[in-house]
């Protein structure tokens, strides 16, 4: 591969950036790294054969494409991956080298790291060599940049997946240089590296805001915050001094000069406080922070200087209506080790009964393997999606990821609400309705992080088919009205009202088992209740600010004998079956009907002497448990023949 190297001249202060030297990896060849690199295996150890896909063997680290791997890392193409996952596990000691360069005045190195594993963050250092390529040369001068755990980032739109960063070369100006990445983990799977770019800023004075800190975003009350912020040096110098600005609402500016101790290098961070806190009002309040000079010079780039932070103030709280959110799986075992002991405790918290200050919402998802769990569907994709949830169980209190237990349940329950939220539901011929009102305690007349989301909530079905011995489900939902939640801007106690309707559909087979994706509800019990909760978060923070919960009582399921290919006929569910099977008979007219199974040798192995049948649909359960895995024949008897069909046992 060729190198992207450029040579420059110095160049004047105010000017875009040059760019010394860089390396995309994307023109290199398989997993080989870039022509003209080199590496130092340094521990010898030998890569386990998880990762023997991507070719380590002895090689210190390897190029990947992660365009089709990772879809929001897709910008990035071919990265640079170095891995410290080795059989026996051992601690990683390889180098990756870049070809030799001179480093200008003034000039920085810049890369982008993602660690491709939450559970097991990698861990590396940049290191610098001023004389030759071998592991003393690289020891011999201070590490440029370490870090104990690179951040693991799913990805989105603005970053791809991956974290910038940056360290100042200055103190090798004018000398012919090698960088080195050097793995140093322990059992970590990968890390990729990406964009690696020497260059020199274009002026020394050039900070940025990167957040402001610490503000409670809703209060009750008018009142004081102290406002803090993150500074970051951009400029090519180091930060001794910071002119910080802030304002309320575009009011009037208060500035403070800061002195940071230590001071900020390039790619540098350090948060600050202003001695003077923000008067905030009720309603809406848009905190702006600002830096307008470093080192007594003036700010040279204002894109990048400003970050602003929302407080909403309310004119008072009530005591909330706790919820919970659970993502799990009829093929999850540690689903079903956990719900063996969650399931009681919401039970014996009355989740979404009336009276109850908990409420109580479980996505079941599509994972793991077989990945078949007939309540998955697309709202709860997008449920998950708004969580970034990739683990199964994962239990939310008011919007915040937590252990599944009593004490947490206690802590939700003891968080401030800013709404009180009235729902209702109906059942009648087939319909639900559900209404409710919700009445806000902040005034927010625009850009609204507010969302109402209501949800319709299947209180319990059985599910033999389940792959884990959980076989019950709970508060599972159903539909949502819509997943991604409907924006509304508040005006303190106005209430805003919310409804819809829903023609109920059933379960796509006999057994009354939805197919997958689909919104129809479990028909597998006889009477149930359709639960609706109804909800008020913050789309940015994911703050629940209020839930509540309505239900309908007792609804008796319709007959799950759906389809007769005429009248004098039967059908079974669930078939297959395991311990139990009903069959449903359809007669024209009134008739006795006795009934038989035998198996396939003929062996009548159930009969069944009935009394008069009446005309229309009638029902008969059998108990299943003992009966052998197999195919059986269905013979009913009546007074105008016989009608037959099959029977499946499974166990």
Not at 7 to 25: M, P, R
Not at 285 to 313: C, E, H
Not at 447 to 476: E, F, M, W
Not at 594 to 621: M, P, R, W
Request: glycine residues 6%.
């Amino acid at each position: 591969m060729k190198k992207q190297l450029l040579a420059i001249a110095f160049l004047a202060s105010g000017v875009a950036s040059a760019q010394v030297w860089s390396e995309n990896f994307n023109a290199a060849t398989g997993s080989l790294i870039p022509v003209g690199w080199f590496q130092n295996n340094v521990d010898g150890l030998t890569p386990n054969a998880s990762i023997s896909a991507y070719n380590f063997g002895t090689n210190a680290g390897v190029t990947r494409n992660v365009t089709t791997a990772f879809a929001l890392h897709a910008s990035h193409q071919n990265v640079l991956v170095t891995t410290s996952r080795y059989n026996p596990a051992g601690t990683s000691n390889d180098y990756v080298i870049s070809p030799q360069f001179t480093v200008p005045a003034n000039a920085v190195f810049n890369w982008d790291a993602t660690s491709f594993d939450p559970t097991a963050t990698g861990f590396y250092e940049v290191r610098i060599s001023n004389t030759g390529t071998t592991a003393a040369n690289f020891l011999a001068n201070p590490a440029l940049f370490t870090i104990a755990g690179e951040i693991y980032n799913p990805g989105d739109a603005a970053t791809a997946g991956f974290t910038t960063r940056g360290v100042s070369l200055n103190a090798y100006a004018g000398q012919n240089v090698y960088l080195a990445i050097r793995d140093i983990g322990n059992d970590r799977w990968q890390i990729a590296y990406d964009n690696f770019a020497v260059l020199v800023p274009a002026n020394q004075h050039d900070g940025s805001i990167l957040t402001v800190n610490n503000l409670t975003r809703y209060m009750v009350g008018a009142g004081n915050q102290t406002v803090s912020a993150t500074f970051k040096q951009l400029g090519y110098g180091t930060a001794t001094t910071a002119v910080m600005n802030y304002n309320v609402n575009n009011g009037a500016p208060v500035s403070q000069t800061i002195t940071f101790a230590p001071s900020v290098p390039y790619y540098g961070t350090q948060n600050f406080s202003f001695t003077t806190p923000a008067n905030l009002t009720l309603g809406t309040n848009n905190i702006k922070v600002w830096v307008s000079a470093i080192n007594g010079g003036a700010q040279a780039v204002a894109a990048n200087d400003t970050a602003s932070q929302y407080v909403y103030v309310a004119s008072q709280s009530v005591t909330i209506n706790a919820l919970v959110e659970e993502f799990t799986s009829s093929t999850c075992v540690p689903c079903q080790n956990l719900n063996a002991v969650w399931d009681p405790i919401l039970q014996s918290n009355n989740a979404n009964l009336p009276g109850s200050n908990l409420n109580a919402v479980k996505y079941q998802v599509n994972w793991p393997a077989p990945g078949n769990d007939p309540s998955y569907n697309n709202d709860v994709l997008t449920r998950r999606t708004y969580y970034n949830c990739n683990s199964a169980p994962t239990v939310l209190f008011n919007g915040t990821p937590g252990t599944g237990n009593q004490a947490n349940i206690n802590v939700a329950k003891t968080w401030p609400a800013y709404a009180n939220i009235t729902p209702t539901i109906t059942y009648n011929a087939g319909v639900v309705t559900a209404n409710a009102t919700i009445t806000p305690f902040i005034t927010i007349p625009s850009n609204s992080p507010i969302r109402v989301y209501q949800a319709l909530v299947q209180s319990y079905y059985n599910y033999p088919g389940a792959s884990t011995t959980q076989k019950d489900y709970h508060h599972a939902l159903r539909q949502m009205y819509p997943a991604s939640g409907t924006s509304y801007n508040t005006v303190d106690g106005t209430p805003i009202p919310v409804t819809f309707n829903q023609t109920l559909t059933y379960g796509s087979t006999a057994a009354g088992t939805p197919a997958q994706m689909s919104t129809n509800f479990w028909t597998s019990t006889g009477t149930f209740n359709y639960e609706y909760v109804v909800w008020v978060q913050d789309v940015v923070t994911h703050q629940v600010l209020q839930s509540n919960s309505a239900f309908t009582s007792s609804v008796t399921v319709p007959s799950q004998v759906k389809v007769y290919s005429s009248d004098n006929s039967i059908g079974i569910y669930p078939n297959p079956a395991k311990d139990q099977a009903v069959v449903g008979i359809k007669l024209d007219n009134n008739s006795f009907a006795d009934i038989t199974i035998t198996d396939i040798t003929g062996k009548v192995v159930f009969t069944n002497k009935a009394a008069e049948v009446l005309a229309g649909t009638s029902e008969i359960t059998i108990n299943t448990s003992e009966f052998a895995a197999g195919t059986y024949n269905v013979s009913v008897k009546t007074n105008g023949g016989i009608l037959k069909e099959k029977l499946i046992i499974v166990k």
